[in-house]
């Protein structure tokens, strides 16, 4: 079925994707029940959105460097069983201290999900494919969010809240089997890999243009402005993304007067769309590169339009009265915002070698989610004091829009390195 193994690699991947939103999801769908049972104000409930991020950005990091050193299979295996059981344990929170407690571990588990995920992209796909491996790796988690408003909320009305967290986190760990015995960390030494698919990968490999030596160490990559100003324009992609995965289902109900039924419906649209918009975002920066030969000119020209696009969106979304003009521009949102997804971790491929692309990659996404820390969270606070949205959507359009004057000004190869750009 499968004539290359790096494509069951990558749809293993795919799969994960999807059960990684899907978890992550399952709160906000389930927050107004999970909110009345536990009695949550909209501060407490802000607070524990961010609390799944103190220990997921921290991980990040730490999950992409450890993905350097042990090898991406072993620590995606960790993940994947880490946030699949605290999934489970949020079922069980009796309190705001304890789903507090419960989900800074689940942020613990999906922390080196992405950083791994593009460390195993670097280690099986030739650098022509990279932004599209990418892409179909990340496309299922969008797609998760999709799964995750109809199953979650048919399971909170029927059964309760606590049953959604049961059923998500049993899928991770029946994926966690397939992933143990099909995937490994280097196509160069597993065995079931062809020669001819070895030899194919190992011509295509990436070659750094940031600027600094082959010998140079991690710390050097860390401080480069164009890891760097990827990191801020990420921070500003996620921004939105965690106000939109946090708050909006909410916001359905709260100030659009949608039933649980009808919101869990309604999300669905914008995930699909973002779908689309991951898929695209890796073809999209790949054929320009392919057209271009200039990576990081094929990489910044889909990042700054889209994220561009998401910005405006996000903020006209706030002014509407509507929840059928409020969810069209933030399916409008997600889509532009998505079609960014790709582009960031293929940034990071362009510009770093291959032995620091999981401790680069960690460290970017972790500075990007910090977003999640702050945002749900200054965001619950926003709508307590001001009873209304519109100002939270203000401020997560414009955040991304720095992000894209960050990109405009210092993503470009450094001189001297065009000829790396175009290997």
Same mark, same amino acid.
């Given at each position: 079925m499968w004539k290359k193994r790096r494509h069951l690699v990558i749809f293993l991947l795919f799969l994960a994707g999807i059960i990684n939103y899907m978890d992550r999801s399952a709160l906000s769908i389930a927050a107004p029940a999970v909110a009345a049972d536990l009695q949550l104000t909209p501060s407490e409930l802000g607070l524990i959105f961010s609390s799944f991020f103190f220990g997921y950005a921290i991980f990040n990091f730490i999950g992409g460097y450890m993905s350097d050193r042990a090898g991406p299979h072993r620590i995606f295996s960790l993940s994947m069983a880490v946030w699949s059981a605290f999934c489970a344990l949020t079922g069980m929170a009796t309190g705001f201290i304890s789903m507090l407690l419960v989900r800074i571990g689940f942020g613990v588990g999906e922390g080196p999900?992405?950083?791994?995920?593009?460390?195993?992209?670097?280690?099986?796909?030739?650098?022509?494919?990279?932004?599209?491996?990418i892409g179909v790796a990340n496309a299922g988690t969008p797609l998760g969010g999709a799964i995750a408003g109809p199953l979650v909320g048919y399971c909170v009305v029927n059964f309760g809240w606590r049953v959604s967290f049961f059923v998500v986190?049993?899928?991770?760990?029946?994926?966690?089997?397939?992933?143990?015995?099909?995937?490994?960390?280097?196509?160069?030494?597993?065995?079931?890999?062809?020669?001819?698919?070895?030899?194919?990968?190992?011509?295509?490999?990436?070659?750094?243009?940031?600027?600094?030596?082959?010998?140079?160490?991690?710390?050097?990559?860390?401080k480069?402005?164009?890891?760097?100003?990827?990191?801020?324009?990420?921070?500003?992609? +996620?921004?939105?993304?965690?106000f939109f995965l946090t708050w909006f289902p909410s916001y359905l109900i709260q100030a659009r007067g949608l039933s649980?039924?009808?919101?869990?419906?309604?999300?669905?649209?914008?995930?699909?769309?973002?779908?689309?918009?991951?898929?695209?975002?890796?073809?999209?920066?790949?054929?320009?590169?392919?057209r271009?030969?200039?990576?990081?000119?094929?990489?910044?020209?889909?990042?700054?339009?889209?994220?561009?696009?998401?910005?405006?969106?996000?903020?006209? *979304?706030?002014?509407?009265?509507?929840?059928?003009?409020?969810?069209?521009?933030?399916?409008?949102?997600?889509?532009?915002?998505?079609?960014?997804?790709?582009?960031?971790? *293929?940034?990071?491929?362009?510009?770093?070698?291959?032995?620091?692309?999981?401790?680069?990659?960690?460290?970017?996404?972790?500075?990007? +989610?910090?977003?999640?820390?702050?945002?749900?969270?200054?965001?619950?606070?926003?709508?307590?004091?001001?009873?209304?949205?519109?100002?939270?959507?203000?401020?997560?359009?414009?955040?991304?829009?720095?992000?894209?004057?960050?990109?405009?000004?210092f993503v470009r190869a450094p001189r001297g390195a065009a000829a790396a750009s175009h290997g």
């Amino acid at each position: 079925m499968w004539k290359k193994r790096r494509h069951l690699v990558i749809f293993l991947l795919f799969l994960a994707g999807i059960i990684n939103y899907m978890d992550r999801s399952a709160l906000s769908i389930a927050a107004p029940a999970v909110a009345a049972d536990l009695q949550l104000t909209p501060s407490e409930l802000g607070l524990i959105f961010s609390s799944f991020f103190f220990g997921y950005a921290i991980f990040n990091f730490i999950g992409g460097y450890m993905s350097d050193r042990a090898g991406p299979h072993r620590i995606f295996s960790l993940s994947m069983a880490v946030w699949s059981a605290f999934c489970a344990l949020t079922g069980m929170a009796t309190g705001f201290i304890s789903m507090l407690l419960v989900r800074i571990g689940f942020g613990v588990g999906e922390g080196p999900f992405s950083a791994t995920a593009n460390k195993v992209v670097s280690n099986w796909f030739p650098r022509r494919e990279a932004g599209s491996a990418i892409g179909v790796a990340n496309a299922g988690t969008p797609l998760g969010g999709a799964i995750a408003g109809p199953l979650v909320g048919y399971c909170v009305v029927n059964f309760g809240w606590r049953v959604s967290f049961f059923v998500v986190a049993a899928i991770g760990f029946v994926w966690l089997l397939f992933w143990l015995w099909l995937a490994s960390s280097d196509p160069q030494t597993d065995g079931r890999v062809t020669p001819a698919e070895r030899s194919d990968i190992a011509a295509d490999r990436p070659a750094p243009v940031a600027g600094a030596g082959h010998g140079a160490g991690l710390g050097t990559y860390l401080k480069n402005p164009v890891v760097l100003a990827t990191a801020f324009a990420f921070f500003g992609y +996620n921004y939105i993304l965690f106000f939109f995965l946090t708050w909006f289902p909410s916001y359905l109900i709260q100030a659009r007067g949608l039933s649980m039924h009808d919101m869990s419906l309604v999300t669905v649209i914008p995930w699909i769309l973002g779908c689309i918009g991951l898929l695209g975002s890796g073809f999209t920066t790949d054929l320009i590169y392919r057209r271009t030969g200039d990576a990081l000119f094929s990489r910044k020209i889909v990042l700054t339009t889209c994220l561009g696009i998401a910005a405006v969106a996000i903020i006209l *979304a706030g002014f509407m009265t509507t929840a059928t003009s409020a969810v069209a521009l933030v399916a409008i949102t997600v889509f532009a915002l998505y079609m960014t997804g790709a582009i960031y971790w *293929a940034i990071v491929q362009d510009v770093v070698p291959a032995r620091h692309v999981g401790g680069v990659g960690g460290f970017v996404h972790g500075l990007a +989610n910090t977003a999640g820390i702050i945002g749900p969270a200054v965001t619950g606070f926003m709508v307590q004091a001001s009873g209304s949205f519109t100002s939270a959507f203000m401020l997560a359009g414009g955040i991304a829009v720095l992000g894209v004057v960050a990109v405009t000004l210092f993503v470009r190869a450094p001189r001297g390195a065009a000829a790396a750009s175009h290997g």
